[in-house]
């Protein structure tokens, strides 16, 4: 695979993470300006305050990631090892946010037994609607995969020659590593 294919592979990856960051945080907002309003009866003031933190926190890791994935999109053509060094290090991190974020949602605190009256189980399904779980858990799980899949991926020795080096000047500006050397 020549090298500028795989720079394009690690820009796309980059916007379809972003892209999946914005539409999780964007149904996050939604959920959760949807429970400051939500008026109960029964549910206990705890597992109001719990789902609202764990809103909270799923907003910010998703707003916080797209932001930054934004940012590297804009600048991941460069041939900057920092830039190479920052999938790295913003990679693994962001997708394990995103999988902790996943694992310990909101519905955990208000996740129903069987036991309780029927208002309740309807007033839990209004404080977590069983479509953001969907959306969320779908977005979430496809940004980590692409997370980590990024950061393995520039590991690879044409990748880092494109960033610690300079383009090339023979005519055009566009570097070509060893390995497109040698198959031309």
Not at 54 to 81: E, F, I, K, Q
Not at 91 to 117: D, F, K, R, Y
Not at 137 to 164: C, K, N, P
Request: hydrophobic letters at 50%; one cysteine or more; proline letters at 4%.
């Amino acid at each position: 695979m020549q090298v500028r294919t795989q720079v394009r592979l690690v820009f796309w990856s980059v916007v379809a993470i972003a892209a999946l960051l914005v539409l999780d945080a964007a149904v996050t907002a939604v959920v959760r300006r949807n429970l400051l309003h939500l008026d109960t009866r029964l549910m206990s003031p705890r597992s109001l305050k719990q789902v609202e933190a764990d809103y909270t926190n799923n907003l910010l890791v998703a707003s916080v990631g797209a932001v930054l994935m934004l940012a590297l999109a804009l600048v991941v053509y460069r041939h900057n090892p920092k830039i190479r060094a920052a999938i790295w290090i913003i990679g693994p991190l962001l997708g394990l946010a995103l999988l902790c974020g996943l694992v310990g949602g909101p519905e955990w605190a208000v996740a129903p037994t069987g036991e309780e009256p029927e208002l309740l189980r309807q007033e839990y399904a209004k404080a977590v609607p069983e479509w953001y779980l969907w959306v969320h858990g779908t977005a979430g799980l496809f940004a980590a995969g692409l997370l980590f899949f990024i950061a393995g991926f520039v590991t690879r020795g044409d990748l880092r020659e494109y960033y610690l080096e300079e383009p090339s000047g023979d005519g055009g500006g566009t570097y070509r590593s060893w390995i497109d050397r040698t198959s031309a």
